[in-house]
């Protein structure tokens, strides 16, 4: 088991939940000397700036969060999520809690991926505040995340699936290649992609990343099934985001194909 202080929207238990991860306990946890900044950038520009924290004065800066006890088979879902070695470093750091000063992971942005002109989206940031209301973080630090500048929402048109002869893919057939992802039923290919966005091979790949994205909106419950997207079952606002990543995957990634969904069908941890 390890400890690990999640500052950012793994504050939420949805959010973490999402990513893989289901902690055994979680507490509310400070670091203090450390301040909390949203620079690291997005892999997709319309997500802004997420979560980083760095060294601030001693006495004065603090970062409130919780510290989750996890289990060892976690950390390699935290590892790929975080983008460890790419975006984020892994360091320990000492949290203060109710029952003690406890040592845990976190990550830290690495200078690649800083860019301080980066704001949060209202989105990320609804995840972290409602994160923060539920672990019971302080009324003023709440305060101070509801009062961060966000990153003005880009509005797209309905995404407009490519008129090509295209090949048909099935959970199995998508699963033998790793340079493929797929999302709202439409198939992409990712292996010219940015540079940067080479790491997500291994978060992507292979997989259908549709109920992934739905659990990563501010509005899921962390109980959506692909039915329910399939029966347009969702939030809307949960669909526009969905729509948004459409265009941002076209945008980084090539349209190959078309994705058939089956009954089975779920992504990244289900």
């Given at each position: 088991m390890f400890k690990y202080f999640g500052y950012g929207s793994n504050i939420n238990l949805i959010s973490l939940k999402a990513k893989g991860v289901r902690?055994?306990?979680?507490?509310?946890?400070?670091?203090?000397?450390?301040?909390?900044?949203?620079?690291?950038?997005?892999?997709?520009?319309?997500?802004?700036?997420?979560?980083?924290?760095?060294?601030?004065?001693?006495?004065?800066?603090?970062?409130?969060?919780?510290?989750?006890?996890?289990?060892d088979d976690h950390l390699k879902f935290l590892d790929l999520m975080e983008a460890y070695g790419v975006g984020y470093d892994r360091t320990e750091v000492q949290v203060e809690t109710k029952s003690g000063i406890k040592s845990a992971i976190t990550y830290v942005g690495l200078p690649g991926y800083i860019n301080n002109?980066?704001?949060?989206?209202?989105?990320?940031?609804?995840?972290?505040?409602?994160?923060?209301?539920?672990?019971?973080?302080?009324?003023?630090?709440?305060?101070?995340?509801?009062?961060?500048?966000?990153?003005?929402?880009?509005?797209?048109?309905?995404?407009?699936?490519?008129?090509?002869?295209?090949?048909?893919?099935?959970?199995?057939?998508?699963?033998?290649?790793?340079?493929?992802?797929?999302?709202?039923?439409?198939?992409?290919?990712?292996?010219n992609s940015r540079k940067k966005l080479h790491c997500l091979f291994g978060v992507f790949g292979g997989k259908d990343m549709t109920l992934f994205h739905i659990k990563r909106h501010n509005t899921s419950t962390g109980n959506e099934t692909i039915e329910d997207y399939l029966n347009g079952n969702i939030s809307d606002a949960a669909k526009e985001y969905l729509n948004a990543y459409m265009h941002e995957y076209q945008k980084e990634f090539n349209y190959i194909g078309h994705y058939q969904f089956n009954q089975e069908t779920s992504s990244m941890h289900e």
């Open positions: 902690p055994l306990n979680s507490e509310i946890a400070i670091l203090k000397g450390w301040k909390l900044k949203f620079n690291v950038e997005h892999w997709f520009k319309h997500e802004g700036g997420v979560g980083n924290i760095e060294l601030g004065i001693p006495e004065v800066d603090w970062v409130e969060g919780v510290v989750h006890d996890c289990v002109a980066c704001l949060p989206t209202d989105r990320y940031m609804s995840i972290i505040i409602k994160g923060a209301k539920n672990a019971g973080l302080s009324n003023s630090y709440i305060k101070a995340l509801q009062s961060h500048p966000l990153m003005e929402k880009v509005d797209y048109p309905a995404f407009k699936t490519p008129f090509q002869e295209s090949e048909i893919f099935t959970q199995k057939s998508l699963a033998g290649n790793k340079y493929l992802t797929a999302l709202c039923g439409a198939v992409f290919d990712m292996q």
